[in-house]
């Protein structure tokens, strides 16, 4: 996954009820899923998938795959809010995805992101295969 860049969606703008902006691209909402009582904070990036890499070879905007995406979740300990299903229908290669968080401090390290890769590799160790997870 690469050229991480932050995504203004058009919901941040018209529902300013629903979306507070408690930093730059970063924002306060109650949780899509009613998990959490308290308020969340979420991030909308776009990224492109790179075919030539491990896991990503068949992925879409349509369909992210695992391997990064998952690790990915888990490493910055955010979930998927929004998959912005028309946005990445329409398109060939951008894929559009809100993340949110309890803690903003997750958010803040998701958005380091920005402007970087984010891949899998694999590699081998005493005859094992490993994945590493690579940001550059």
Request: hydrophobic fraction near 30%; glycine fraction near 6%; include cysteine.
């Amino acid at each position: 996954m690469k050229n991480f860049q932050s995504f203004k969606a058009d919901k941040y703008t018209t529902q300013t009820d629903k979306f507070v902006e408690v930093e730059d691209g970063i924002y306060k909402t109650a949780d899509p899923y009613g998990i959490h009582k308290g308020d969340i904070y979420v991030t909308s990036l776009t990224f492109e998938l790179e075919p030539e890499r491990y896991g990503e070879e068949e992925g879409s905007p349509e369909y992210i795959p695992q391997t990064p995406f998952e690790d990915l979740l888990d490493e910055f300990g955010v979930y998927v809010t929004d998959f912005y299903e028309e946005l990445n229908k329409a398109s060939e290669t951008v894929c559009y995805q809100e993340f949110g968080s309890f803690a903003l401090d997750d958010i803040k390290k998701l958005r380091a992101l920005i402007g970087k890769k984010y891949y899998a590799e694999t590699y081998e160790k005493d005859g094992k295969k490993y994945i590493r997870l690579v940001t550059e």
